[in-house]
């Protein structure tokens, strides 16, 4: 399962950190991201990174928002700065991982994290 901890209330011009852990049975995690879902919108791709390393991130959140791993602690984490308003809604994170080496790649969502931006 995916854990998500870090968000809160914060006025604009802010920063957050939003970590997201994920245990159980994990045979290998691949690709992990941030959702993100913001009340009569639909769910968008925020940031993700993968195994190598690699980034992408929304244009809305480029040179404000970075998105890192720590693969030993099967942890992702998303560091915003410069939040806005328009960044308001509940984030969630998303892993593709396998429990056992047997098993097909599984996606998987964490419970979902409030981030509230006043302006």
């Known amino acids: 399962q995916l854990q998500a901890s870090g968000g809160g209330l914060v006025q604009a011009g802010g920063s957050l950190r939003l970590s997201c852990t994920a245990s159980?049975?994990?045979?290998?995690?691949?690709?992990m991201g941030w959702y993100r879902q913001a009340p009569g919108k639909q769910r968008e791709l925020v940031a993700a990174?993968?195994?190598?390393?690699?980034?992408n991130y929304v244009d809305s959140v480029k040179g404000r928002f970075t998105v890192s791993r720590d693969s030993a602690k099967n942890t992702v984490y998303l560091q915003m700065n410069n939040l806005k308003p328009e960044d308001t809604a509940v984030y969630y994170c998303?892993?593709?991982?396998?429990?056992?080496?047997?098993?097909?790649?599984?996606?998987?969502w964490g419970q979902g994290t409030q981030v509230t931006v006043s302006s």
């Open positions: 998303h892993a593709y991982l396998r429990p056992r080496s047997s098993d097909y790649v599984r996606t998987n």
């Open positions: 990174i993968t195994t190598g390393g690699s980034t």
């Open positions: 159980g049975r994990i045979f290998e995690i691949n690709d």
